[in-house]
Every structure is written in structure tokens, then in C-alpha cells.
């Protein structure tokens, strides 16, 4: 472990507090016991983290290519999407998601850092996909195995656009499939792998088991004992692994405001 790297597991399957680094100076040691820390806890958050934008986009480079999100608020720099809510305008991504999978290549992590949080409320909660997909039990995992899903960013982003940049963007970004349950590329472990916020169905079903379906596994990613919640601070961050987790940011603040910055790494095709 890197020296002085301290890991604080918030459930036995999910979330974990790290103390004891500086993000914007992370050496190789370091970096591999984070690495092994992400794999295990799949969510880890750090306090006090006075990141400039240059080195939030740098820590992200280390774990891949940043995606440049076509439709979100750009931030300060292409690489970051910027996440605001406002008393004249409220928003919070208050559906459970995993991001960007409606991208052939979907996320690997996404590493979010907190700018302004309302004195109360605005926690984010993630749930565990493969402790979510082991208590379904084996009849479902058999009835799962081998079905994909359509995945489509029309669903979410789609009433920002005009109907014509609607149509430009579908050229560029068409609807994609992944499978049902995906297999982690690192560990092996297989996970739910669908969501309300891009899943338009499941593929190659008649729509009454397509949404059967659909409600059974958002039901399991919504189930408390395979969750964290994380209260934030200024300059909190959280990184967490879109392979295998599904996240929820909490819409109980307003009229307070509420800005967090979002660097996103590509991961590869799932299986
Ligand atoms: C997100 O969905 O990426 C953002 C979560 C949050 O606002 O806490």
C-alpha cells in the first residue's frame, strides 16, 4: 500500500473512505494500491481534495482517455461535465444510472469533485450491480443469461435538442447493445447492467418481459442492503466504477444550490 494510504470500507460490498493521499500528487505505488482499492470497493472518496482542473483531468488520464460528453454542460474544460442546480434551475440526475452507456465504449469511472453543497441534503447513493445481481438468485440468472438491451441517449438528453440536432446527433450516436448482465473486465465479476436512463427495452422480447424484466433488476439495484450513501464536502471527491455500480444523486435540497464536476474515463465494449 502506498505509505500513509489509509482505506475505510463504508459496507462490506460497497464504498470506501481513503485518507492519506493528494490526488494531484499520486506516485506509482500509490496509484496501484488505489487501483487495488477500486477494484475492491468499487467507490472511493477522498475529503479535501484542492484539485485545479488541470489535475482533476490529470488524476483522471491515469485510469484512461476522458470521454468529451457530447450533450452534458461543458465545465471549465471539454473534459469536464459540469452538474448544477440552482434555485431557478433544479436539477440532479435523481435515477438510478450507470454513465454514458449508450456509448459502444462506456464509461470505466467516472470521478466526480464537489464545488458548492447545500448545507443539507445532495447526498449521492451507489449500489453495488453485482451484489445487486447475486441475490437474484439462480432462476434469473439463468432466464438472464445471453439477452441484451438497447441502450439510447435520446431518452435523457434528447429534449435538450431541436429536432434537427436531434437527427445530426442519432447519425452520430446510434442506438447501442449491451448485455443484460456484464461481466467485469478486471475481476471477473458478473453485474446488472441495465438502467431507467438509457435502457429503452431488452432486446429481442416481447415489451411486457422487456419491462418485467427491466423492473426486476432496477428493483435489485435499488435495494438498501447493496448501497452507500455519501455525504459531501467542498472539494470531496468520489471515483467510482461504472462497470459495475450504478450511482443516484439525491433531489432534496432545493432552493439551495448545488455544483459538481465531472470527469468521465472510457472503458472498453462490455461482455
Ligand atoms: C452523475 O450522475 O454523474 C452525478 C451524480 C451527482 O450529481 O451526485
New binding site residues.
Given amino acids: 500500500m502506498g505509505d500513509g494510504l489509509t482505506i475505510q470500507p463504508l459496507t462490506a460490498c460497497i464504498g470506501a473512505e481513503v485518507g492519506g493521499v493528494d490526488l494531484a500528487d499520486v506516485d506509482d505505488v500509490t496509484f496501484d494500491a488505489l487501483h487495488k482499492a477500486f477494484l475492491d470497493h468499487k467507490v472511493l472518496f477522498f475529503r479535501d481534495q484542492h484539485l485545479s482542473v488541470e489535475e482533476h483531468i490529470e488524476f483522471g488520464r491515469r485510469w484512461g482517455e476522458l470521454e468529451i460528453h457530447p450533450f452534458a454542460r461543458e465545465g471549465a474544460a471539454p473534459e469536464i461535465v459540469q452538474?448544477e442546480s440552482t434555485a431557478d434551475q433544479p436539477y440532479?440526475?435523481s435515477n438510478w444510472?450507470s454513465?454514458v452507456t449508450w456509448r459502444e465504449c462506456p464509461s470505466l469511472g467516472?470521478i466526480?469533485r464537489a464545488r458548492v453543497v447545500p448545507p443539507a441534503g445532495g447526498d449521492?447513493l451507489w449500489a453495488d450491480a453485482c451484489a445487486a445481481y447475486d441475490r437474484l438468485g439462480d432462476e434469473w440468472h439463468d432466464r438472464l443469461d445471453g439477452l441484451t438491451a438497447s441502450h439510447d441517449w435520446l431518452k435523457v438528453f434528447g429534449r435538450r435538442l431541436s429536432e434537427e440536432e436531434r437527427e445530426a446527433s442519432r447519425e452520430q450516436h446510434p442506438v447501442v447493445h449491451h448485455p443484460v448482465v456484464r461481466t467485469h473486465p478486471e475481476t471477473g465479476a458478473k453485474g446488472i447492467y441495465t438502467n431507467r436512463s438509457f435502457v429503452t427495452h431488452v432486446d429481442d422480447v416481447e415489451a411486457d418481459e422487456s419491462e418485467e424484466i427491466l423492473e426486476r433488476l432496477e428493483r435489485a439495484i435499488m435495494d438498501p442492503n447493496v448501497q452507500c450513501r455519501f455525504r459531501w464536502q467542498t472539494d470531496s471527491i468520489a471515483f467510482w466504477d461504472n462497470r459495475c455500480t450504478q450511482?443516484f444523486?439525491t433531489n432534496d435540497f432545493w432552493p439551495e444550490t448545488r455544483i459538481?464536476e465531472?470527469v468521465t474515463v472510457i472503458g472498453d465494449t462490455p461482455y
Fill in positions: 452538474i440532479a440526475a444510472h454513465d467516472s466526480l449521492t450511482h444523486a459538481v465531472r
